[in-house]
């Protein structure tokens, strides 16, 4: 059983930048590919971010890309989205997930249905 906490949301002028933490409990979690995802008000969660359990492979939705970074440290149980140059349209709900399902693999899944355990979420809001 994994726990994941998100932290670090919080409200941000256009153009600005956030750091987002998720905490994982379990002694597993560094063989999980993580992810990121956010979900807008009235909108479907989206795909954000995804990274391989080692933190060698990354993918990103085109809207982030260039813009938000993924990163993690295995030693403090710890996946982080770091976001800049915000913009009001990044406004959302952010969840981090792990797939329990798809240890050790090479590529991170995109899909939220390939994410087996998930944190209850922290919000960002971008002002314009």
């Known amino acids: 059983q994994v726990q994941l906490i998100e932290s670090g949301g919080g409200l941000v002028q256009a153009g600005g930048s956030l750091r987002l933490s998720c905490a994982a409990s379990g002694r597993t979690f560094n063989s999980y590919p993580m992810g990121w995802f956010r979900q807008a008000p009235g909108k479907e969660r989206e795909f954000v971010a995804a990274i391989t359990w080692s933190g060698g492979n990354t993918d990103y939705a085109d809207s982030v890309k260039g813009r938000f970074t993924i990163a993690r440290a295995n030693a403090k149980n710890t996946v982080y989205l770091q976001m800049n140059s915000l913009k009001a349209e990044d406004t959302a709900v952010y969840y981090c997930?792990?797939?329990?399902?798809?240890?050790?693999?090479?590529?991170?899944?995109?899909?939220?249905?390939?994410?087996?355990?998930w944190g209850q979420g922290t919000l960002v809001t971008v002002s314009s």
């Open positions: 997930a792990a797939s329990q399902r798809r240890p050790w693999q090479p590529v991170a899944p995109k899909r939220d249905e390939e994410y087996d355990y």
